[in-house]
């Protein structure tokens, strides 16, 4: 393919290097420096989308972030598949692919363009909250036609290769957009010795700048910023980033960039690099220099492809080498737009002619037009454009003053490209992210940043200051209000000369009249790429919606993932003229994050995978991956589940789990229980104050259960605390409750009783915890210590000082299975010696790893709770049948004790733990499963209360169950019903949770 | 996200290392069984939701540990002043 | 070993706070939180040069020290055991010799020591100090990483949102705060060189989450 709409000098793109990519399908040819977008327009394509609701043909309309159209897929493999990539901010590489993604079979010979035509009519505003209404079967029908037609992308179905990571920055000054405003500030607050990040999202720094003829200084503007960008990477404290678009401004100057720092090299990035990078920045000052989008006219059939907006056209020649089409018409409401027109004589091609909506503004650019002898049509309007796949034509007439009515008769002019400019609108989304409401400026035209908290100053075009001597002046003082507001010193800057030209008035215009009614005229469009016409404005306020926010949902314009840059203050105005208001009266819309579409990749960054979550391991990890252990995920502890041996399923090693410690000894990683140690003479003082039950007379060498609840009584946590020392004591929580436990006794010395002399810190990670449970745990524990662990010297609920397998160690002989149990603490970085050793020894008496399900089991064979499952923050001491676990006996009211006594909770009625045997002793009653008290009875029937905890038994050969039963603990023996899903019923009779050995004789010999 | 000054550590660090704990200045009841149960209701449930200055406990969560008091306009998200545990606010909503 | 190690729990008692000499004779070998990862093998086998070193700080005595800033006698005390006083400005440190110390909270500090010296020093603690505090061994809770190279504040950004220009983190400086989803008590030790204390449970998740944001710039293990 040749590429007919390349001129053959000038532009910033690099002839000696040809690049081949590919659309669609067909191969074509760009240089370096080119966009997509542009390497499209130099090969005359014209069609890159079939509009989302009508199916009709699109072409590239602008050349930046605002571009609605020319939204493609891109990717040469499934698992780099890219959605929603702009066109006009893609840089080209070799081999890069790219596809539309909309049209259907394709966006030229599109059979959805038909029944578009129909659906035109099926799908007027509110289409979708209209079809809501109907039957919901009638949705489907028309979804999976609307997503057929409509997709704007897939995700890739692969897993994406690439890398992606995150960075935090700080700086005294962030500067957004490296335009000329930008760049000044930049230049002035690296000067003045300011730590600076200078952010644009194009692939050089000189915005406007470098898609102008524009002189600074006399030389070339592009020399200017070659200058600049070469001084700041000089110095140490500036950062720039170039392809890094500023996508969210939020509170206190937090601000995230999104940096492609390979997308322009290849479809995959190169080994070890990353190819995306959120950079997370605080700053103490932001500069917003973040300059202005053109606004297209609203006009009959102005979405015709070559029709497009003024300074993309300037842009396409003087950066990129090319002219998009051969024959121009301007509309415009300003001076600016006559650039278009110069720039493309100047280019070689014709002008057929500029219609200026304004009787006879002079201004320096339009007299440069007439010297150039172009034809100028004052007052008048592009009121319709004829064409389908591109533009052959249009239709000018004359308006009244105001704009608002066609006047004099139409004139057909023959031409491919129709160049609009409403004028040009601020960039003030990010300003708005931060909550700031922007405010109208009649003068500019267009919103301006609103007032702010946030330590923001602003500069150039987001200012409406479109003329570089001024952007450049508002950029130099923000730099130094920026130096001066962080204690630096003014810094030496002398900007360059720029031409000021001489600019009339624009007219404040954005709907071009027809000869018909806007309800009657050819389509309208004000959001290209949610399909939203001037008409469907219209009837939606005509329909009742006032405000902008809800016609905005009301059409889904502002929608599409250019979030209406180039449509929204269009349809405000459209809305306000019908609505009869101002615009500043009829309101905007507020921007949000993200500025512009972003890979989930770069927000995931390097969270994913291994590195999603953090995994805890405990010091015997190792041993357990090797025996070939489950895990289960315990907070963010991995805690062994189980271990299978070959051929077993899950509960068949359950029940040789558990009848290994019921029969032998069995071995428990118990780490990963919480621990607190807790120091100081008021120690004693603090637990009694947040345990349920007494601590006052707790003897060294002593260990006891608590119970934690919170101020409205209800159970949080328990665990087993030893007194180490008169002063000293170590506290246990459940794995999962550790942080909530230590931040719970913080708060509480910090802000109630700061003079209890306590100090608490966490040791969970310090010590590794063995336990070893069953009838042969002292012959074991023996083999390894030469202390004596007879019951006469270390009774049940003692712990000692002891030496473990060489190894000094904390031993607490307290049990969780109602089995003899010694558990051993050693300093983790010895935890694996001794866990190896207890293993090497315990062969001989069948000693068996288990995990945390058989636990589970053993603990319920024996009716104590799990806090967090038999517990759910609505039930307190006595629920649970654990009076005795309470003291009313201390003095001090202690955390739970005034809300376990609220009325409420003392009532009778309330739901308690009970145990549940099932009539049929081979059934397992699911957790969760709700108790009624006759399945038969009328409906609905009232629900008694759950299951919370449930299992198959293997050393009592039935299933056991804990569960809550409203006054249970007055129902022993009663019978209480569970209707499954399934419709079959589970009889269960209520008994004491307490299966196995009731009198607690085992854990005691 | 919010920028934090610890009075403890003495620095701004970003909020993410920081927990907020609720509306700040909810005394403990001294005599807990002299209250009604209406009023150890208000004690444990009831806070305010202001649009505007609000007085917050923190804590340094991944930091130093340590608790403290922030007023806060819940609209504008500044952060009029943080002070520490035992002290009084200076700027207080009207 | 020691008779202290032998003492019943009632006679350990004698000093309020149970204390304990928790490493077995040299007979048997620690493993530090991050021995499955085998930093010695890959010393051997790795490359030499990269932007980013890493060396663990293995088995090392960590010692919490809480107790009263304002209290001279026990500021007197540390400065007898240690022969280095208590940083007192928030996000300090100080050192002698082997030992360091590094303000971790008003209230708070961690004394890391060589491993064989921790009983003795918790001992000394002990015997000299007065009034209102508790000391507690955490050495095997947690492990020093230390990151040098070029690229090692680069590296650090990635994970920790604190500012790590000299100029507000100069030398000396520590801070405890997030890195990545877990976190780490940061010192730095020089312009391109931290000391990160990380915990034991988190350290495989951190030793992964070191190799992958390094892959850009190159790992060097050092034994």
Redesign the interface.
């Known amino acids: 393919m040749t590429q007919q709409n390349r001129l053959t000098s000038g532009g910033r793109i690099d002839r000696s290097t040809p690049l081949t990519f590919t659309y669609n399908g067909k191969q074509y040819k760009g240089f370096k420096g080119d966009t997509l977008a542009s390497a499209m327009l130099a090969n005359g394509i014209d069609v890159v989308a079939r509009s989302f609701k009508y199916s009709r043909p699109r072409g590239i309309v602008a050349c930046g972030a605002e571009e609605p159209n020319a939204v493609l897929q891109l990717g040469a493999t499934e698992a780099t598949q890219v959605p929603n990539v702009r066109a006009t901010q893609q840089e080209l590489f070799d081999g890069l692919v790219s596809a539309s993604t909309n049209g259907w079979p394709s966006v030229d010979t599109d059979v959805m363009g038909m029944i578009g035509k129909m659906g035109g009519n099926m799908m007027p505003p509110g289409f979708y909250y209209k079809t809501f209404m109907f039957p919901e079967s009638l949705w489907d029908t028309y979804e999976s036609m609307i997503r057929k037609a409509a997709g704007i992308g897939r995700a890739p179905k692969e897993k994406d290769p690439d890398t992606y990571d995150a960075i935090n920055q700080h700086c005294d000054v962030m500067i957004v957009g490296a335009g000329p405003a930008g760049l000044a500030a930049a230049l002035t607050a690296a000067r003045g010795g300011a730590r600076v990040i200078i952010a644009d999202e194009q692939n050089e720094f000189g915005g406007s700048l470098l898609n102008s003829t524009e002189q600074l200084d006399g030389k070339p503007a592009t020399e200017w910023v070659r200058a600049v960008v070469e001084e700041l990477s000089t110095y140490d404290d500036v950062l720039l980033l170039p392809r890094s678009t500023v996508n969210g401004y939020h509170d206190h100057n937090f601000l995230t960039i999104h940096e492609r720092r390979t997308d322009h090299l290849a479809d995959i990035a190169p080994v070890n690099t990353v190819r995306q990078r959120m950079h997370r920045v605080r700053a103490k000052w932001v500069v917003l220099a973040t300059g202005a989008h053109e606004r297209p006219l609203v006009y009959a059939n102005n979405d015709v492809p070559g029709c497009m907006i003024t300074g993309a056209v300037s842009a396409y020649i003087n950066r990129y080498g090319v002219v998009p089409g051969n024959e121009l018409v301007v509309m415009t409401t300003n001076d600016y737009g006559y650039q278009a027109a110069l720039d493309w004589a100047d280019a070689g091609r014709k002008v057929v002619a500029i219609v200026d909506t304004r009787e006879a503004a002079v201004g320096d650019r339009t007299e440069a037009a007439r010297q150039r002898g172009l034809n100028i049509i004052s007052g008048s309007a592009v009121i319709e454009v004829q064409g389908t796949k591109r533009v052959t034509g249009v239709s000018v007439a004359g308006l009244s003053a105001s704009g608002a009515k066609v006047i004099g008769s139409v004139t057909k002019l023959k031409a491919d490209t129709v160049a609009t400019s409403g004028g040009w609108s601020p960039v003030i989304h990010l300003s708005c992210h931060t909550g700031s409401r922007p405010v109208w400026s009649d003068s500019v035209v267009g919103f301006l940043p609103g007032p702010t908290v946030q330590k923001q100053l602003t500069a150039g075009g987001i200012n409406g200051q479109y003329e570089t001597a001024v952007a450049l002046q508002e950029g130099l003082d923000a730099g130094q209000k920026a130096l001066a507001e962080v204690g630096l010193a003014v810094a030496d800057v002398v900007l360059p000369e720029a031409k000021t030209l001489k600019v009339a008035a624009p007219m404040s215009l954005f709907h071009i009249p027809h000869l018909k009614p806007t309800s009657q005229a050819p389509k309208q469009f004000v959001d290209y790429q949610t399909d939203v016409t001037a008409a469907g404005i219209e009837i939606a306020c005509r329909e009742g919606f006032e405000a902008i926010e809800h016609v905005k949902r009301y059409t889904a314009m502002g929608f599409g993932t250019d979030q209406g840059k180039l449509g929204n203050i269009n349809g405000m105005a459209v809305a306000a003229k019908a609505l009869n208001k101002t615009i500043p009266e009829t309101g905007t819309t507020v921007f949000r994050p993200n500025y512009t579409p972003i890979a989930f990749g770069a927000i995931i960054g390097r969270n994913a995978g291994a590195l999603f979550e953090p995994e805890r391991y405990t010091a015997m990890h190792k041993w357990h991956v090797e025996q070939g252990a489950m895990f289960e995920d315990v907070g963010q502890w991995k805690r062994p589940w189980y271990y299978p041996q070959k051929g077993e399923s899950m509960q068949q090693s359950l029940n040789r789990e558990c009848m290994a410690v019921r029969n032998a000894v069995g071995i428990l990683d118990a780490s990963t229980l919480g621990k607190i140690d807790v120091q100081g003479k008021d120690a004693r003082e603090f637990l009694g104050r947040v345990y349920s039950n007494a601590w006052a007379k707790l003897a060294i060498g002593k260990c006891r259960y608590g119970l934690m609840c919170g101020e409205d009584g209800m159970v949080f946590d328990d665990g087993v605390t030893a007194c180490l020392g008169e002063n000293h004591f170590v506290m246990t929580t459940t794995t999962g409750g550790a942080a909530h436990v230590y931040e719970w006794l913080e708060i509480y010395h910090q802000t109630e009783w700061p003079e209890l002399e306590v100090y608490f810190n966490t040791v969970t990670d310090h010590w590794s915890t063995a336990t070893i449970t069953g009838p042969n745990s002292r012959k074991l524990l023996e083999e390894l210590t030469d202390f004596d662990v007879s019951n006469d010297n270390f009774r049940y609920m003692d712990w000692k000082q002891i030496t473990v397998a060489g190894v000094p160690a904390r031993v607490f002989r307290i049990s969780f299975t109602g089995e003899l149990s010694f558990e051993i603490n050693v300093q983790a970085n010895y935890g694996m010696a001794v866990w190896e050793k207890l293993i090497e020894a315990g062969a001989k008496y069948g000693l068996t790893p288990y995990g945390t399900e058989t636990m589970h089991v053993l603990r319920a064979e024996k009716g104590f709770i799990i806090a967090g499952q038999d517990t759910d923050g609505s039930v307190h001491p006595y629920d649970l049948g654990m009076g005795w676990c309470v003291s009313n006996q201390k003095p001090f009211s202690y955390i739970g004790k005034r809300g376990m006594n609220r009325s409420d909770c003392t009532r009778a009625n309330r739901k308690q733990l009970v145990g549940l045997k099932t009539k049929d002793p081979k059934q397992v009653i699911p957790e969760g499963s709700a108790a009624v008290l006759d399945p038969n009875g009328p409906k609905p029937l009232e629900i008694q209360g759950h299951i919370s905890s449930s299992y198959w038994s293997e050393t009592l050969g039935h299933s056991i169950a804990m569960g809550f039963i409203k006054g249970g603990l007055d129902k022993m023996g009663e019978t209480v019903y569970y209707p499954l899903g399934d419709g079959t019923v589970i009889e269960a009779e209520i008994c004491s949770p307490i299966f196995f050995d009731p009198k607690g004789e085992r854990q005691n010999v | 996200?919010?920028?934090i000054y610890c009075p403890?550590?003495?620095?701004y660090?970003?909020e993410?290392?920081f927990?907020c704990?609720g509306q700040a200045h909810i005394?403990?009841p001294l005599?807990?069984?002299a209250?009604s149960?209406q009023e150890?209701?208000e004690?444990?449930f009831f806070r305010k939701n202001p649009r505007g200055l609000h007085h917050e406990?923190w804590?340094h969560?991944?930091?130093?540990?340590?608790?403290f008091n922030m007023t806060r306009d819940t609209q504008?998200?500044?952060?009029k002043e943080v002070y520490k545990?035992?002290e009084q606010p200076s700027v207080v909503a009207e | 070993m020691s008779d202290l190690n032998n003492m019943t729990a009632a006679e350990s008692a004698a000093t309020k706070a149970a204390v304990m000499n928790q490493v077995p004779g040299p007979e048997i070998e620690g493993q530090s939180p991050l021995h499955h990862a085998d930093l010695a093998s890959l010393a051997k086998q790795g490359p030499k040069t990269s932007g980013v070193h890493l060396r663990e700080l293995k088995l090392l005595g960590h010692l919490t020290l809480r107790c009263n800033p304002a209290n001279a006698d026990q500021l007197a005390a540390v400065e007898r055991v240690l022969g280095v006083a208590l940083p007192l400005q928030p996000l300090t440190s100080s050192e002698n010799g082997n030992y360091s110390i590094r303000w971790m909270s008003p209230d708070e500090w961690l004394i890391l020591v060589p491993g064989l010296e921790t009983f003795d020093i918790e001992t000394k603690f002990r015997d000299e100090m007065p009034g209102h505090y508790s000391l507690v061994n955490s050495s095997g809770g947690s492990t020093v990483l230390e990151l040098s190279g070029e690229n090692v504040v680069e590296l650090l950004k990635k994970a920790t949102p604190i500012d790590l220009h000299a100029k507000s983190f100069p030398v000396g400086k520590v801070v405890s705060t997030l890195l990545a989803k877990s976190t780490a008590t940061i010192r730095r030790t020089g312009d391109q060189r931290f000391e990160l204390v990380i915990r034991r449970s988190f350290s495989d998740y951190i030793w992964l989450w070191i190799q992958d944001a390094s892959l850009e710039f190159g790992l060097v293990v050092e034994a």
Request: glycine share 10%.
């Open positions: 996200m919010l920028h403890h550590c003495g620095e660090r970003e993410e290392e927990h704990a005394a403990r005599e807990p069984e209250c149960d150890w209701g004690y444990l406990l804590v969560a991944a930091g130093c540990r340590k608790f504008s998200y500044e952060i545990i035992g």
